[in-house]
């Protein structure tokens, strides 16, 4: 859902690599997770390669509203395939966005972690809240909504902090439209929240070993 659309030069060099080598470190700590695993969980893998494909491909579609707006599956991605593994694919997702033109490269480690804030929500709070509801859609749907949010709340972050060269906005008339951009994000986070609930659920009647931990 929530993903930096500004194009390269946006940022000042400074920020493009304060932004970058965040998202290295989290890139680095999760292949280094991966690497001291003893076990390949091929399930997981698996699990991986589809949301990756099925994420960049929602990625790409674009709902004309407010500049632009889109699914990105990221809470899912997170709910499926975990932070490690998450990780991984929001970088990928992002590389592959950024070589067709959606999104600059410089803005890549900016977006990986505004991305991950959502994986990692999403997946601690699907988890948290199955000691408050054993229905699966709407663990999903939740923890799919609070991920959205976060990411928002980076997204808005990373922008006031960097600064956007070349405009004349001030800061307060900068998160106005910020603002404005994250509510109506979470508009179209409600459908996403909502989608997502009825693709974990329909799993968990079909495939529950898919869902570690999880009672269908």
Known sequence: MAHIHLEDGSFTLFWVIVWWLCALVLIGSALFLLRIKKTKDVKKITMAAFVTAASFAIFQVQIPIFGGVHLNLTPLIGILAGPVFGTLIVFIVNIMSAAIGH???????????????????AYLSYRGLKKVTSSLFFRAGIATFVGLICGNIVMIAIILISGIQGITQSTLQILTGLSLLAAVNMGVAVIEAFITGLIVAYIGKVRPDILEGTVS
């Open 103 to 121: 999104g600059g490269w410089g803005l890549i480690g900016a977006n990986v972690l505004v991305n991950f804030s959502e994986v990692i929500v």
